[in-house]
């Protein structure tokens, strides 16, 4: 990593280094002194974490960052290509009144400095440290919710909920409307997405709305090869086999290629009284989608390439992190309050793999949102022996599966970091009294923690009776407790 970059030629450099050790985390103070001609230029500089071969640098008098950056083996060299392929133009128009667009709020600018997990010294838990200007909080990003402050582990007065893939699924209103075609159609039309995604506010009540899309739409919109088929899911024509194909995967262009997903996003702050949640997937779930060609129970492919070809592999999961903040971040500029990155598929690494193939690249994509200020949630499925890891990659919040209990994985994660979930779906299929009951064995065991957000551990099913899981949140809402 270059310290110092500037047209400046010929400078000398001096480097003073201090290390202080505080249990596991090294802090570095590097001090730069810059000398041209006579004019001496300092530069402070702050190295607040080495995490699994990541340097992240923040700090200066110029309030200038650099991200985190991973430092993959030394026999790795990304591929790097300059080429493109043709996209095809995408009609965005919508019967939206430009009165109802006008009308929502404006949204600050304002980015707060970066917060990366320390000890603290005198609890000797993970904890968020930010800096002078993280009280800067953007507007319109419902700060004072109980979604937002349960994600910040902040009080609040009621145990939010919200449901993974509560927008359609299982909803008859959703399947009335829904029409023919794939799910990239339904996508690809604003008011259509908007109205999908508003269904489970008016029924459910929940305290947060969550995007109707899904995690290839990027790779779909770039011109990939890819579709998604009614009952089995994302299919590929062309799957990832070599290094010619990356080609095939040029930068994301929120603005050009998928301009229906900012405008969805636009009519529902808009149109909400709560936060909205974006998403995208991590980049080893679209990874995994892209060399099986579709949906896989064992992820042989993919498994093969990482081992196989280490290179390649990480070139495939650094374009695909690219795409991935491209996506994020559009999504947020133009009013998501919390985003949600979906690594679906993680569970099926052990943690030495996960660290070594997967880590870096999530790391890379949550770091390069941090400065937004808005909460970051991280959920895989069957990630129980994979937590520490997930949260350690910049989390706010870790999703959690009904295979580990709450208690046991706030203890995985660390007390600074929030949870999400993480109530078993199938038991909405037993009816309202034992779903109502299990909901409560998940709040006993959060034992009122402020950093709670009530989920499933997994999507709503297509076949669930909805009217159970309005009595889920019912309970959530009136039974449960967060302590001050």
Known sequence: MSWYSSGIVDATVVVVVVVVVVDVVVVVDVVVVLVVDVVVVEVDVVVEAVVAGAVCVTGGSSGARVVCTPTLPTSVSLVTSTDTVPHAAVDTTSTRSPATLASRAAIDRTVPV???????????????????ASSAAPAGRYDNHPFIQACRGLPHDRVPVWFMRQAGRSLPEYRAIRGTGTILDAIADPDLSTEITLQPIRRYDVDA?????????????????????????????????????????????????????????????????????????????????????????????????MFANERLWHALCDRLADIAISSLQSQIDNGASAIQLFDSWAGSLSPAQYQRYVFPH???????????????????VTTGELLPQISAVGADVVGVDWRVPLDAARERVGHGTSLQGNLDPT????????????????????????????????????????????????VVHEEGTVRS
Do not use: W
């Not at 990366?116 to 440290?129: I, K, M, Q």
């Not at 999530?362 to 895989?380: L, R, Y």
């Not at 034992?434 to 709503?460: I, K, Q, S």
């Open 114 to 132: 970066a917060r990366l997990p320390v000890r603290s010294p005198t609890t000797d838990n993970l904890s968020r440290v930010s800096g002078a």
């Open 362 to 380: 999530s790391q890379k994509v949550m770091d390069a949102i941090a400065d937004t200020g808005v909460p970051k949630i991280h959920f895989g």
């Open 209 to 305: 709305a969550i995007l109707y899309s899904d995690i290839v739409v990027p790779a779909h919109a770039v011109g990939f090869g890819l579709t998604v088929t009614p009952g089995v899911g994302p299919e590929v024509e062309r799957p990832f086999r070599h290094e010619d194909d990356l080609a095939r995967l040029r930068p994301l262009d929120p603005e050009a290629d998928t301009p229906y997903v900012l405008e969805t996003v636009r009519q529902l702050v808009a149109e909400l009284d709560r936060p909205l949640i974006g998403f995208a997937g991590a980049p080893f779930t679209v990874a995994s989608y892209l060399i099986e060609g579709r949906p896989s129970r064992d992820y042989a492919n993919t498994k093969a390439m």
């Open 427 to 474: 038991v909405v299929f037993a009816g309202a009294e034992f779903a109502c009951e299990a909901a409560r064995d998940v709040l006993r065991l959060n034992d009122g923690h402020p950093g709670h957000v009530f989920n499933l551990g997994h999507g709503v099913m297509p076949a669930m009776d909805p009217d159970v899981l309005t009595e889920i949140v019912k």
